[in-house]
């Protein structure tokens, strides 16, 4: 299996201009992510995987239009709600109908009760963060070891740092906005191989 790993494009609030909790892309950004979908012209991927915050999604669009698949949100691979970050508190996040409504080719994991709210309870410890990616990982990447399938996960710093640690144990690799580390794993969940991909993002290249 190849599993791709993306941190979202880059934000206005990487950058210093605000946004808040669940902030857009920048004009790099949005041209970051357009130049995802370029990767994976001669590739035959076969799920989209993105955290619901806005970002992320945004990110994910121009795949998703390419591919011709849809964006499964994944409320586990949202960004970690630390305690000191009362922004993510106070946020007034969309319902999963609100949100899904708002977005092209969007849907929820099937495994996620829609009645319920997607966002995690504030506040997180990066122990919890790294909890809900592996239950995400156990349940809807591991059961594809063995095939040969791509699948694309697109998260945020930490929720795909921790991804990347499930898939590689160890792995010291950096996580770019919208740059996309291919792990190929075997059936055995060891991971055969790890590389960046960044050549697609020319000089706009940021962690």
């Known amino acids: 299996m190849h599993l791709y790993v993306i941190r979202h494009a880059q934000t206005t609030m990487n950058i210093g201009q605000g946004g808040g909790a669940n902030c857009e892309l920048s004009d790099i950004g949005y041209w970051q992510a357009n130049q995802i979908p370029s990767f994976f ?11 619901p915050l806005k ?7 121009p795949i998703s239009r390419f591919c011709n698949l849809p964006i499964i949100l994944v409320p ?3 960004e970690m709600f630390l305690e ?3 922004d993510y508190r106070d946020y007034a996040w969309q319902s999963c109908a609100e ?19 997607w966002w995690p309870v504030w506040p997180e410890k990066p122990s919890d963060v790294r909890a809900r990616v592996r239950s995400f990982y156990d349940a809807h990447i591991a059961p594809d070891l063995g095939t040969d399938e ?18 590689n144990p160890g792995d010291t690799i950096p996580v770019y906005n919208a740059g996309i580390v291919e792990f190929v794993m075997n059936a055995a969940g060891q ?4 590389v ?12």
């Open 41 to 51: 012209r001669d590739i035959n991927v076969k799920a989209i995987y993105c955290s």
């Open 55 to 61: 970002r992320a999604i945004l990110s994910a669009l």
């Open 76 to 78: 586990e691979m949202s």
């Open 84 to 86: 000191q970050w009362t």
């Open 99 to 117: 949100l899904v409504s708002g977005y092209p080719n969007v849907r929820f994991l099937h495994t996620h009760d829609e009645n319920r709210q």
């Open 150 to 167: 791509h699948i694309v996960v697109i998260g945020h710093g930490q929720s795909t740092a921790d991804l990347k640690q499930i898939a």
């Open 191 to 194: 991971c055969e191989s790890a």
């Open 196 to 207: 960046v991909h960044t050549g697609h993002l020319g000089a706009h290249v940021s962690d």
